[in-house]
């Protein structure tokens, strides 16, 4: 479940409503990663810069997924990615279609990632096999909700349909 689910359900387990709906207003609260951690009762907490899910579009199941550019600019370092990836696999074992949000880097690496690692994960680009075989098996739709470079260009071409937001999207 989400970060939200997760808060909640401990809080009401421990305190009840009250305490659940305290919990959710922190997650809108600017809070520290061992904050966070430490709400959840965590030894470590690293947030991810990808949100996704399966919801209903004209009442056809579908997962959709959203880059998130205010965690680390849309980068997808180190094991961050892996939710992505967990979707988009979801998404080709289902059957189901995939609707991308992609703004930032989406992935390839950061600045960071290359002073620590000493490389980019260009070219193996792990999980990209998945959007690739996507292609072969699911209606996959990409929409570039912002500037969209490395690895996020890479999957917005790795769709049947691409769409760009006009004056947003680069």
């Known amino acids: 479940g989400s970060l939200v689910g997760k808060m909640t359900y401990s809080a009401v387990k421990k305190g009840g409503a009250q305490a659940a709906a305290a919990a959710a207003a922190a997650v809108t609260t600017a809070l520290s990663d061992a904050e966070v951690a430490e709400m959840l009762g965590l030894d470590e907490f690293v947030p991810a810069n990808f ?29 961050v990615f892996r939710k992505q990836v967990y979707i988009e696999q979801m998404a080709r074992e289902l059957r189901v279609p995939m609707i991308r949000f992609v703004d930032g880097s989406s992935g390839g690496g950061s600045v960071t990632s290359l002073l620590e690692m000493q490389a980019t994960y260009v070219p193996p680009l792990p999980g990209f096999e998945h959007q690739v075989a996507a292609l072969n098996e699911i209606p ?4 570039l909700s912002g500037p969209v470079v490395g690895l996020g260009a890479a999957r917005a071409m790795t769709s049947h349909l691409c769409i760009m937001v006009r004056g947003l999207s680069q």
């Open 140 to 143: 996959v739709v990409a929409v």
């Open 51 to 79: 949100v996704g899910g399966r919801g209903k579009l004209d009442g056809r199941w579908v997962f959709v997924g959203a880059d998130d550019f205010t965690v680390r600019g849309g980068h997808a370092d180190g094991g």
